[in-house]
């Protein structure tokens, strides 16, 4: 089985697999110092394909290059016949061929500090939470911790081929310095902020905000410190209805009235109880209302789950332009329930795909496809490769408001990008071996693959995961 490495987080593009010195300082940086040639087959998406995908959304050159300028954007992108001259004069090299090049996954869900609760036996998602989730989000005012599991988790994230996710830290503002300064570090584009949690007794004291009044000026004081910082941005991050009192949630609207350009992540009705608690405390018509009355529906806002919501809600989202991040792997751990992917897509609501750990259960995209497509299955629809690895690419992208800059290999978007083995096991070179067709393959790569698929994870053009090799 291959094993996973991390590269020096800003080592040149061809460095041999060394490990990082521990604690080493960096500083991020933009570009990568001289253009670079990448050759595989590289495979990119302009659109939704929809359902049956529609070729004349992606594009394919099976035996293709990618030039990434020396500021480390995408300059050219084709076959690798038609490579320009004076485009690779001098770049660096970097042979592929025979594996998979597609942009950057993109995780629109998951916790940085449930690291160590993946994989916590027996509970649904309230009791999960007590039992398992908040006594290891109490642990993240320690700096140290946070800063750690920060670390340990973005290395998973790079080795899983994921190069932007939006990130719910916890509610200490350490959680949120540790996070950003781990990811500048790296040079990611992520997206984060402090959670926001106020209600009693559904916030437990011990992880509850003090006052408003004191969330708010901490909330603000990490946008002045972090939002637009290198590739960073700012999620005003509510937990979900039933931690947080009118009081906390008609703030959050107001401080996404003052700074528009900011992002909402939450959670929304996720599990039945859970909706039949949001309905006790707040009444309305539905969860979604309960957002949307306090002005949270919005462009840039990110609904997790949106397992148990109707027509209704699904045609105010798409109104408000807000995303719904699509979890299967947690929504079937903790017996959430089966997202309904046609219903979304009927009504045009943008969605994205998210791992949700630590009640998912795996780090990669390509799992998180697996499950996907299964519970697309159960609700009698089907889940193409194309429109799964759209989903995990241009269409999280879209999701997250940031497909002006990544998500497809447009000339001038940020380079980040992940090699795919069709070989990475004997199960998917067997396989890959009698398909017909790309599709097939690709269908293949989504049903069998994980990290282990992962042969490199490139960022603005730098290599900053490569797959060990076998042992
Ligand atoms: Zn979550």
């Not at 039945?272 to 462009?299: C, M, N, P, Q, W």
């Not at 159960?378 to 998500?407: E, H, N, P, W």
């Not at 890959?432 to 293949?444: C, G, I, K, Q």
Request: glycine share 10%.
């Amino acid at each position: 089985m291959a094993a996973a490495a991390v590269l020096p987080v800003l080592g040149s593009g061809a460095a041999p697999a060394v490990a990082a010195p521990a604690g080493a300082a960096t500083s991020a940086a933009p570009g990568r110092g001289c253009p670079l040639v990448v050759r595989g087959t590289v495979l990119h998406f302009l659109d939704d394909p929809g359902d049956p995908p529609d070729p004349a959304t992606w594009e394919l050159f099976e035996d293709g290059a990618l030039v990434v300028g020396a500021d480390g954007r995408i300059a050219w992108t084709g076959h690798a016949r038609d490579l320009p001259p004076g485009l690779s004069a001098g770049a660096e090299r970097v042979d592929h061929r025979g594996k998979l090049i597609v942009p950057g996954f993109v995780d629109t869900h998951i916790h940085a500090a449930q690291v160590d609760v993946i994989a916590s036996y027996g509970e649904q998602l309230l009791q999960w939470l007590d039992t398992y989730v908040f006594p290891a989000e109490a642990r993240f005012d320690d700096r140290a911790h946070a800063r750690a599991l920060s670390g340990f988790f973005l290395d998973r994230l790079l080795a899983a081929g994921t190069t932007t996710a939006t990130v719910f830290p916890t509610v200490h503002p350490t959680s949120v310095n540790a996070f950003f300064e781990q990811a500048e570090q790296r040079n990611l584009r992520m997206l984060c902020g402090k959670v926001l949690m106020d209600r009693d007794p559904y916030a437990p004291a011990y992880l509850r905000d003090a006052s408003v009044a004191q969330a708010e000026w901490e909330t603000r004081e990490l946008i002045a410190r972090w939002h637009g910082r290198g590739r960073l941005g700012y999620s005003i991050t509510p937990r979900f209805a039933p931690t947080s009192t009118v009081k906390l949630l008609t703030m959050v609207g107001r401080l996404w009235n003052d700074h528009p350009d900011l992002w909402i992540q939450t959670h929304a009705a996720e599990n039945e109880d859970e909706v039949a608690l949001v309905d006790e405390l707040f009444g309305g018509r539905s969860y979604i209302d309960v957002y949307d009355r306090h002005g949270l529906l919005t462009k840039k806002s990110l609904f997790a789950h949106c397992v148990h919501i109707d027509d209704t809600d699904r045609t105010r989202l798409a109104e408000a332009g807000s995303a719904i991040a699509f979890c299967p792997t947690s929504n079937l751990f903790l017996g959430s329930g089966l997202f309904d992917l046609r219903a979304a897509r009927e009504q045009k609501v943008t969605v994205g795909l998210g791992t949700d750990v630590g009640a998912g259960t795996s780090y990669s995209a390509l799992v998180t496809l697996n499950e996907a497509y299964k519970v697309t299955a159960l609700r009698g629809g089907t889940l193409s490769a194309q429109r799964g690895f759209y989903l995990a690419t241009l269409g999280g992208a879209k999701a997250l408001d940031l497909d002006g800059v990544i998500g497809n290999f447009r000339r001038g978007k940020e380079a980040d990008f992940t090699v795919l083995d069709f070989a990475a096991t004997p199960v998917l070179a067997r396989r890959t071996e009698v398909s017909e067709s790309f599709a097939e393959r690709l269908f293949a790569l989504m049903i069998l693959g994980d990290e282990r698929a992962v042969a490199a994870t490139y960022v603005m053009g730098r290599r900053v995961h490569e797959r060990a090799a076998r042992g």
